[in-house]
C-alpha cells in the first residue's frame, strides 16, 4: 500500500511528535488506554462499513537512519479469533506551506474483517491514517519534551537592593475637635435626678409582668395602699395595764383555792 498526507506544519514539529510515545498514543484516532499498559497501547473501534470491529493491541514507532520511521504493530479481536499486522514506514518530505507524510508498508488480517468488501476496508484504513497524522501536527507538546528541548538558563543572584532612608513622621498637631471630645461630659442637674427617680418609682408601682390573676386579686401598692386607722394613746396605756393586773388575779385565785383544800 501507498498513501501520501499533507500538513500545513514544519517537519521538525512532526519529528518531535513521532518521537514522543504520549504525543503518537494520542494521535491514534478512538484509542483507549489501559492502565498499566505500555503508552502506545490499548483498545481500538474501527468501523467498516455498517460494521463495528474492537481491537487490543499495540503500536511501536522507530526511527531509522536514513529519516524515515518505521511503524509496527499487532492487534487481536476483542470478541474474536481475528488478529490484525502491519509494518510501516513514514518518510517525511518538506514542501510548500508543510510537510507531505509518504506511507507505505503493508498489512494482513483475518477474521471477521476478512469477509468485509476491500473497498470498505481501504477506505477504513485511508482515514485512519489521515487522522493519525493531522492528530500528530496538532498534538501539543508535553512537559517532558518540553523540558528536554529547552536550554537551560544560568540563573543570576539577585543583588540586594539599597535600604531606603525612613523618615519620621512630623507629629501631628492635636485639633480642636479632639480637645472638645476629650472633656468630660456635664453632670446631670438635680432636676434630671429627681425625674429619673420618680419614673423609676412609678415603674416599679405598675403591675408589669404580673398575670391577670395577681392583678385582680393583690391589694394596691405604693401610693395607692390603704392607710391604716391611727391609734389612741388610751387605748395603748389601757392594754398596757391590763394584762400584768390579769396576771395577778390569776394568781391569787390559784393561793386561795389551795389554801381552803388544806383547811379541809
Given at each position: 500500500?501507498?498513501h501520501e498526507v499533507f500538513v500545513p506544519v514544519q517537519a521538525e514539529r512532526l519529528r518531535e511528535a513521532l518521537a514522543d510515545p504520549v504525543r503518537?498514543?494520542?494521535?491514534?484516532?478512538?484509542?483507549?488506554?489501559?492502565?498499566?499498559?505500555?503508552?502506545?497501547?490499548?483498545?481500538?473501534?474501527?468501523?467498516?462499513?455498517?460494521?463495528?470491529?474492537?481491537?487490543?493491541g499495540t503500536v511501536r514507532v522507530t526511527a531509522r537512519d536514513d529519516g524515515s520511521y518505521a511503524v509496527e504493530g499487532d492487534a487481536t479481536e476483542?470478541?474474536?479469533?481475528?488478529?490484525?499486522?502491519?509494518?510501516?514506514?513514514?518518510?517525511?518530505?518538506?514542501?510548500?506551506?508543510?510537510?507531505?507524510?509518504?506511507?507505505?508498508?503493508?498489512?494482513?488480517?483475518?477474521?471477521?474483517?476478512?469477509?468485509?468488501?476491500?473497498?470498505?476496508?481501504?477506505?477504513?484504513?485511508?482515514?485512519?491514517?489521515?487522522?493519525?497524522?493531522?492528530?500528530?501536527?496538532?498534538?501539543?507538546?508535553?512537559?517532558?519534551?518540553?523540558?528536554?528541548?529547552?536550554?537551560?538558563?544560568?540563573?543570576?543572584?539577585?543583588?540586594?537592593?539599597?535600604?531606603?532612608?525612613?523618615?519620621?513622621?512630623?507629629?501631628?498637631?492635636?485639633?480642636?475637635?479632639?480637645?472638645?471630645?476629650?472633656?468630660?461630659?456635664?453632670?446631670?442637674?438635680?432636676?434630671?435626678?429627681?425625674?429619673?427617680?420618680?419614673?423609676?418609682?412609678?415603674?416599679?408601682?405598675?403591675?408589669?409582668?404580673?398575670?391577670?390573676?395577681?392583678?385582680?386579686?393583690?391589694?394596691?401598692?405604693?401610693?395607692?395602699?390603704?392607710?391604716?386607722?391611727?391609734?389612741?394613746?388610751?387605748?395603748?396605756?389601757?392594754?398596757?395595764?391590763?394584762?400584768?393586773?390579769?396576771?395577778?388575779?390569776?394568781?391569787?385565785?390559784?393561793?386561795?383555792?389551795?389554801?381552803?383544800?388544806?383547811?379541809?
Amino acid at each position: 500500500m501507498e498513501h501520501e498526507v499533507f500538513v500545513p506544519v514544519q517537519a521538525e514539529r512532526l519529528r518531535e511528535a513521532l518521537a514522543d510515545p504520549v504525543r503518537v498514543a494520542r494521535a491514534v484516532p478512538g484509542l483507549q488506554q489501559d492502565a498499566g499498559t505500555p503508552p502506545v497501547s490499548g483498545r481500538l473501534k474501527v468501523r467498516v462499513g455498517g460494521h463495528t470491529i474492537t481491537y487490543r493491541g499495540t503500536v511501536r514507532v522507530t526511527a531509522r537512519d536514513d529519516g524515515s520511521y518505521a511503524v509496527e504493530g499487532d492487534a487481536t479481536e476483542a470478541r474474536g479469533p481475528g488478529t490484525v499486522k502491519l509494518a510501516l514506514a513514514l518518510t517525511l518530505t518538506p514542501s510548500d506551506g508543510g510537510t507531505t507524510v509518504t506511507i507505505t508498508g503493508t498489512t494482513t488480517a483475518d477474521g471477521r474483517v476478512a469477509d468485509l468488501p476491500p473497498d470498505a476496508v481501504s477506505a477504513t484504513t485511508d482515514r485512519l491514517l489521515n487522522r493519525f497524522v493531522e492528530n500528530l501536527a496538532e498534538a501539543p507538546e508535553t512537559p517532558q519534551s518540553a523540558a528536554e528541548r529547552e536550554p537551560e538558563r544560568e540563573i543570576e543572584p539577585e543583588k540586594p537592593e539599597p535600604e531606603a532612608e525612613v523618615q519620621p513622621a512630623p507629629e501631628a498637631e492635636p485639633s480642636a475637635l479632639f480637645e472638645e471630645e476629650d472633656q468630660a461630659p456635664p453632670a446631670p442637674s438635680r432636676v434630671n435626678r429627681e425625674d429619673a427617680v420618680a419614673e423609676a418609682a412609678h415603674a416599679r408601682r405598675t403591675m408589669i409582668g404580673r398575670s391577670a390573676e395577681e392583678v385582680d386579686h393583690a391589694p394596691p401598692r405604693g401610693r395607692y395602699a390603704p392607710v391604716p386607722a391611727p391609734e389612741t394613746a388610751d387605748a395603748r396605756a389601757t392594754l398596757r395595764w391590763a394584762a400584768p393586773a390579769a396576771a395577778v388575779a390569776l394568781a391569787s385565785a390559784i393561793a386561795v383555792t389551795r389554801a381552803l383544800r388544806k383547811r379541809r
